[in-house]
């Protein structure tokens, strides 16, 4: 079954404590991105990926580390987490853009709280 | 970064009854989508759009790429309690892979 996964789906850190959630996708698709989806801002980009070792910034990419060594795998690194960065994060692939085959598939979510 | 326009934020309807809800962008697309949401999920694609005044189906949705490429339409005829959630737009820049998306509708049905 073609998904995309994350882990873990919910999360309780506290401040400073570095974490990192994990996404992957069995879709051999080249591009991955990392959202977060916080009330009333719909969902902002944090960093995308065109391919393997190619990754930049998007919308809100301040506090947030990625990193693609593979095609499959695109984890997303705070390595100082802070209160502000509580949210709901979805990991998301896809073909690269270009017609009907670009459809972004999202995971199915990480709900942080740091205390 | 930029977002879009989306509206409205919420609707409460009844069950049967047609839904409207729109975005618009300051700048052009040449994509647009649509996307629901479930509750603990993650977004699900409901419609794409990639030609200037193209009008799409999707069983009882219809979504619109508008004439100026700076908005787009999803209707939704006689709706049904599973339509309950929240609808995203989004829209892909010229030769650019980034999707920006629109803050939401949330869509309730009052039984």
């Known amino acids: 079954e073609a998904q995309v996964t994350q882990n873990p789906r919910y999360l309780i850190t506290v401040t400073g404590k570095k974490l990192t959630v994990t996404c992957s996708q069995n879709?051999?698709?080249?591009?991955m991105s990392w959202y977060r989806q916080d009330p009333g801002l719909g969902l902002r980009q944090i960093y995308y990926s065109m391919n393997v070792e190619v990754t930049d910034k998007g919308d809100v990419p301040e506090g947030y580390k990625v990193s693609r060594k593979e095609k499959r795998n695109f984890p997303l690194i705070l390595e100082s987490p802070s209160p502000n960065q509580t949210s709901l994060y979805f990991c998301a692939s896809s073909r690269l853009a270009g017609g009907p085959s670009d459809t972004q598939y999202f995971g199915p979510g990480t709900r942080l709280t740091v205390l | 970064g930029q977002q879009l326009n989306q509206s409205p934020q919420s609707m409460f309807i009844q069950e049967g009854e047609d839904v409207s809800m729109n975005c618009t962008s300051s700048?052009?697309?040449?994509?647009w989508l649509w996307y629901k949401q479930d509750p603990g999920e993650g977004p699900v694609l409901l419609i794409a759009?990639?030609?200037?005044?193209e009008l799409t189906s999707n069983g009882r949705l219809t979504a619109q790429f508008g004439i100026t490429r700076k908005d787009s339409f999803l209707n939704i005829s006689a709706s049904i309690p599973s339509d309950v959630g929240i609808y995203f737009c989004a829209g892909r820049d010229f030769g650019n892979e980034k999707l920006t998306f629109g803050t939401g509708t949330r869509l309730t049905i009052i039984p």
């Open positions: 879709m051999n698709h080249e591009y």
């Open positions: 759009l990639y030609k200037a005044g």
């Open positions: 700048s052009i697309f040449n994509t």
